[in-house]
């Protein structure tokens, strides 16, 4: 077979990888959240993500929208992002050349993981890490963050402050190998249903000018309060 198919069939390996269900702790602070505004009888999809039963199960209850999100909150994951090869005078390419997002979550180890990774490629397939950025997650309990949910609910004393381990996020690398711990804070006024945090994130929710608006007073506020008090 020519180095495509080799690397095509590869990566159809890498994708039947069973990743490991783990809940961490800020992913467990988002659903119990997310539990305690569905409310009485309406938060059963998300109890069952805090559940013992199969996890396949438990992500199958919520719309296929939503299930990228939640499955990259609980697994780590491996996504290609391109394919080079070259196409050989005498034939099929001889090299082929992918380039992987392994996205980890905080505790896994990552040389662990690349060995599994090389393993599930197979001999034939090279791997070369090409630049590694540990994952991370910054305290729940913290007077930082506390300060934060306070002007939240100074500001709407009606709203549900919702901490989210957010996958796609590096901009704290710097801070993180300082030890300085970081939160991502980007306050929005979302609409009273219960999917809205999701589409949210999932970038498919438009916040009104009201709503954004109060966003940036409440960015503007915990600022304040932030130079004020340290």
């Keep these: 077979d020519g180095a495509v198919d080799v690397l095509r069939g590869a990566l159809d390996q890498v994708a039947a990888m069973e990743m490991p269900w783990r809940k961490s702790e800020a992913t467990r602070a988002f659903v119990s959240a997310m539990i305690e505004l569905a409310g009485v009888g309406k938060g059963l999809a998300w109890r069952a993500l805090l559940g013992g039963g199969p996890w396949r199960r438990a992500i199958a209850r919520f719309p296929k929208a939503n299930r ?16 080079h090869a070259q196409a050989s ?30 393993r599930t490629l197979g001999e034939q397939i090279h791997v070369t890490v090409l630049r590694n950025r540990p994952a991370a997650t910054a ?10 949910m306070d002007v939240c609910e100074q500001l709407d004393p009606s709203c549900t402050p919702v901490p989210i ?29 219960q999917d809205a945090l999701m589409q949210w994130s999932r970038g498919t929710l438009r916040p009104t000018e009201g709503q954004l608006t109060w ?12 130079c004020v008090d340290g």
């Design 68 to 83: 990228t999100l939640l499955d990259a909150l609980f697994h780590d994951s491996v996504t290609p992002l391109s394919l």
């Design 89 to 118: 005078p005498f034939g099929a390419a001889q090299e082929a050349i992918a380039t992987l997002d392994c996205r980890l979550l905080p505790g896994t180890d990552q040389q662990d993981f690349v060995e599994r990774l090389r």
């Design 139 to 148: 305290p729940l309990h913290s007077p930082l963050l506390r300060m934060l």
């Design 165 to 193: 381990l957010m996958p796609g996020t590096c901009d704290a690398l710097g801070w993180r190998q300082s030890a300085i711990p970081c939160y991502g804070f980007s306050p929005t006024q979302l609409p009273p249903q």
């Design 215 to 226: 966003g940036l007073n409440a960015m503007v506020t915990a600022t304040a309060r932030f």
